[in-house]
Structure formats: structure tokens, C-alpha cells
């Protein structure tokens, strides 16, 4: 692994910071309908044509609680070895802004749905575990439009009401890549669990980054500053970067650190303050009357456990015991349901060793250059199956393989009907090699006596002409006992 760029500037002082990280993540429940109203959720819909009155909070509303959603923030904290909390109460978070029609958003305070748990990153070095400190359910607000119009501000609401999760950990990620390790992961598990798309383009994956700096070996922590809505690791790392080193700066030069909110300008690559400590809202958070505490019975959650799908981690022991990966191997196959399903079907027909690698290699890089998922693969698992059991079987070489791959990325076309149209088959008839080889022994005698008299180096060439003669399908095996027999 090259050494991290930002790590080198947060610890340029001769080493002497670490920087510490804590996350509050807002992941969007995949759900057809909204927190506490019956409108869809559908990205990309006409401005304000999913607003029910409840959304736009016409007086008179009533919130009614969607159980899906509070299964989905359930089946969340089973997946992050949570602990569940049977009993939780939604509170009134109240400030005023355009977008935010009941001048209150309602979300969990004291009592949240789900409490502690962790998340394990497979980092180059080793395992780490992170601490969850909560999950709690709440409303997105709406959304101002300021750019569209010189003078005016729209409000589209149709993200009002929206359920979200926010996922808060411990301050326990010491670096830009745990960051990054550490949503990936996240994303990972709520995508098996099918309770968030993680779509970050969408939005519906954004973070509240808390960073701080201390001197390593320190027991205290410094203080933190909150940089809000960060919406793609990329910039979290690169806000990360830069906060670290305005705080450094800070300290060297003496002075202390503002607790504050601050803001990642992505234009100019910096952070910005956006409202200190003293100006802090005070949200006065207080039970929603309109709605009861919400309580679940363990037989709730013990049938929610029922349809917990085997997750990333479970499912890369199983791979790494079972079919003998790395965990290297393991990790990159696991990192998302579709690739791991595509790798099992795979496999059902062929060799794993094989399949892993061209998996790995040759598939991903392919589908990369395409900028295609694996979902899109022109190249269905049977046909990969196919092509590897065509490599096995000695039909073809693995670099003649590396041609019927090309073709079948054109299309999905069984691999079989290639090295048949196009003639790739391997020549593996020791006859036929034989009087190839003859001939190019033939047409290389002074080669061939200097061979014999000692200069076994010259092998290789002869390997090569044979190769080249027969087009690249002769038997590199075959060809190898052969011409040691002749020479
Ligand atoms: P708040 O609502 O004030 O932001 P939360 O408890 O919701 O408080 O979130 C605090 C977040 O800040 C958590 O993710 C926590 O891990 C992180 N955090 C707390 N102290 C520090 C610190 N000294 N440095 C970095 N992150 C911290
Ligand atoms: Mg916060």
C-alpha cells in the first residue's frame, strides 16, 4: 500500500497528531412511502406532486407511523449488532427554515429505536472494529431551490417527510481511509439488507463529519468541529484533510480550537464556519404529542431476524473457509450482494480458483472500462463458467481465453461457438504438433546446434517460434515435452 497522501500532511509535524473521527450518517430508508404520510417517495418526480397534508403540514395533521419503515430501521441495527430498543419516542426538533413547513422535524432524542453496535472494517493491515453509538429514525425536510430563479427561492417538498436513518459512531475512524472503509462498509450492509440504496448521487446517503486532532498517545480528545452534509467520500476525505491541518496549524501557533459547524466549500477545497457554539440551536426537543411511544415486541423482532440475509462479514468467513479465498479475494467479492451472487453462480459449473481470478481481474477490469455493474455484465455467469471450463478442459489456452473473453463482452455469446467460428481451438494433436515443430527446427539448424552444444537459453526461442507458427493455439505444454524430446 502507498502511504496516503492526507495521512502524511495531518501527521507532518515529525508524526506527532492523529486525527479523530466520528460520523453522523443519514441514510435514506428504502421505502415506497414516507415516514408518516402515504406519499411516494420516487426520486426525480415533478416538484411538489408527492406532498400529502401531512407533508406540507396543513393544520389539522395527523402523523401516522409506517411500521415498514420501523422495520427497516430494525432490520438496520440487527445488521450493526445493535441493540434494539423495545420502547422509543419520537421527539419535536423545532427550528424554522422554508423547507421545513412544521417548524419542527420530528426525529428521536433520549430514546432512540436502536443503540449500540459496530461495524468491521477489513482495512490492508487488519481488522478494525468501529463503535455504533445509536440509530434513530426522522423526517428529511424539503428542499430550497436557490439557483433557479435571480430573485426567489422554491420549495420542492417532496422529500418532506422522507424516513431517514441517522447512524451515529463512536469517535473511533483515525484516517481519510477508515472514512472510506467505513462507508463503504455501512453502504455494504444496508444494500444486503435492501434497507437503503446508498445512492449517493441521489443524496440518499450524506454525512455530518466530526473531526478533532490531538497529540498521539494522548488520552483526551480535542475539541471538534462538525462539518455538515458531506454527500461523497471523496469530499469527506478531502474536508477531513483540510480541517485536520487548519486545526494542527491552529495549535502550533498557540491558539485554541472553536467548537463550531462548519461548512466543505468542494469549489475551493476548504471548510468554512457556518455557526459557532454560542449561536447553537437550541432545538427544545420534546415528545411528539401527536404520537405514541412506539414499542415493539420481542416476537417483532425475532421474526425480523428471520429474514436477515447472510451479511458481507458471515458471508466472507464462509467464502474464505469454504472455497479457500484470501481475505483479499474474499473482501472484494462479499463488497456487494450482486458480485458475490454472480461469483456463486459461477463457481456452481467451474473451478473457483480460476473463476476468482478472472473474475477479479479480467471481468472487472472490463465492466470498469464500460463503466458497467455487474448486473450489466455482457457476460453472464454460464457463459464465464463456460470459458473457464474451455481453459480446464485444455480446449484453449489461457491466453487464447483472453481473446473469446473479448468477444463475449461484445455480446452474451456462448464461448463454445467462438473458439469454433474462429477457430481458436488448441492444438493438442502430438502428431500435428510434431511436424511443427520439425519445421522449425528445420528452418532454425544453426539455433539448434548451438542449443545442443550448450546454450540451453535458446529453449525459450523455439517455444516462441512454435507459438507463433501455430498462431497461438498449439498446447504451450504439449509443445514445451515435445521440442525438449527433439532438440
Ligand atoms: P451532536 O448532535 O452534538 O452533533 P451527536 O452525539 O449526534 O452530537 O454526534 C456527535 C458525533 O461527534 C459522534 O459521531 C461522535 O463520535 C463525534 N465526536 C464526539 N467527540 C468527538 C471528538 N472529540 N472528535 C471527533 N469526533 C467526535
Ligand atoms: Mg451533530
Redesign the pocket.
Known amino acids: 500500500m502507498s502511504k496516503d497522501k492526507s495521512e502524511y500532511l495531518i501527521n507532518r509535524k515529525d508524526n506527532q497528531y492523529e486525527v479523530?473521527?466520528?460520523?453522523?450518517v443519514h441514510a435514506q430508508v428504502t421505502s415506497e412511502s414516507k415516514l408518516f404520510s402515504t406519499s411516494s417517495t420516487k426520486f426525480g418526480a415533478e416538484p411538489n406532486t408527492q406532498v400529502s397534508l401531512v407533508d406540507a403540514a396543513l393544520p389539522g395533521m395527523l402523523p401516522v407511523i409506517n411500521e415498514y419503515c420501523v422495520k427497516q430501521a430494525i432490520k438496520t441495527g440487527i445488521g450493526l449488532k445493535a441493540k434494539i430498543n423495545k420502547r422509543s419516542v419520537f421527539d419535536r426538533k423545532n427550528y424554522f427554515y422554508a423547507d421545513l413547513p412544521q417548524g419542527y422535524q420530528i426525529s428521536q432524542f433520549k430514546d432512540p429505536i436502536v443503540g449500540e453496535g459496530k461495524v468491521i472494517l477489513d482495512m490492508p493491515d487488519g481488522q478494525k472494529e468501529v463503535g455504533i453509538?445509536r440509530l434513530h429514525l426522522e423526517q428529511d425536510a424539503g428542499k430550497s431551490i436557490h439557483d433557479l430563479d435571480p430573485k426567489n427561492t422554491f420549495v420542492d417538498l417532496n422529500r418532506s417527510g422522507v424516513a431517514l436513518m441517522e447512524i451515529?459512531?463512536?469517535?473511533d475512524l483515525r484516517s481519510p481511509d477508515e472514512v472510506n472503509a467505513y462507508i463503504k462498509k455501512l453502504r455494504s450492509i444496508m444494500r444486503y439488507l435492501g434497507t437503503c440504496d446508498g445512492n449517493m448521487q441521489e443524496g440518499s446517503l450524506r454525512a455530518?463529519v466530526?473531526?478533532?486532532v490531538r497529540k498521539k498517545g494522548s488520552k483526551v480528545?480535542?475539541?471538534?468541529c462538525?462539518i455538515k452534509n458531506v454527500n461523497s467520500i471523496k469530499f469527506m476525505q478531502m474536508a477531513i484533510e483540510y480541517e485536520a491541518n487548519r486545526q494542527v496549524d491552529l495549535i502550533e501557533e498557540g491558539q485554541s480550537i472553536d467548537q463550531e459547524t462548519r461548512l466543505f466549500d468542494t469549489k475551493k477545497n476548504e471548510t468554512r464556519s457556518m455557526r459557532s457554539k454560542e449561536d447553537a440551536h437550541d432545538y427544545r426537543y420534546f415528545p411528539d404529542p401527536d404520537l405514541l411511544p412506539l414499542e415493539v415486541s420481542d416476537d417483532f423482532i425475532e421474526k425480523l431476524k428471520l429474514e436477515i440475509p447472510e451479511l458481507p462479514d458471515e458471508k466472507k468467513k464462509r467464502f474464505i473457509e469454504k472455497f479457500k479465498l484470501s481475505p483479499y479475494e474474499a473482501t472484494i467479492l462479499v463488497s456487494d450482494n450482486e458480485t458475490s451472487n454472480y461469483f456463486e453462480n459461477v463457481i456452481k459449473k467451474s473451478d473457483v480458483k480460476l473463476a476468482t481470478n478472472w473474475i477479479i481481474g479480467e471481468l472487472f477490469a472490463a465492466l470498469n472500462e464500460k463503466n458497467l455493474e455487474i448486473t450489466e455484465s455482457p457476460i453472464s455467469a454460464g457463459n464465464l463458467s463456460k470459458l473457464i471450463n474451455l481453459i480446464k478442459d485444455g480446449t484453449i489456452s489461457g491466453k487464447i481465453a483472453k481473446t473469446v473473453f473479448e468477444h463475449m463482452m461484445e455480446g452474451d455469446k456462448d464461448p463454445k461457438k467462438i473458439v469454433d467460428e474462429k477457430g481458436l481451438k488448441q492444438e493438442s494433436d502430438p502428431k500435428a504438433l510434431e511436424a511443427l515443430i520439425d519445421k522449425v527446427i528445420d528452418d532454425n539448424r544453426e539455433k539448434a546446434t548451438e542449443y545442443k552444444s550448450g546454450k540451453v537459453k535458446l529453449f525459450g526461442f523455439f517455444v516462441g517460434q512454435v507459438m507463433k507458427v501455430s498462431g497461438g493455439k498449439a498446447n504451450p505444454q504439449l509443445v514445451n515435452e515435445i521440442l525438449k524430446r527433439k532438440l
Open positions: 479523530v473521527i466520528g460520523l453522523e453509538e451515529v459512531s463512536k469517535p455530518d466530526n473531526v478533532s480528545f480535542g475539541t471538534r462538525e
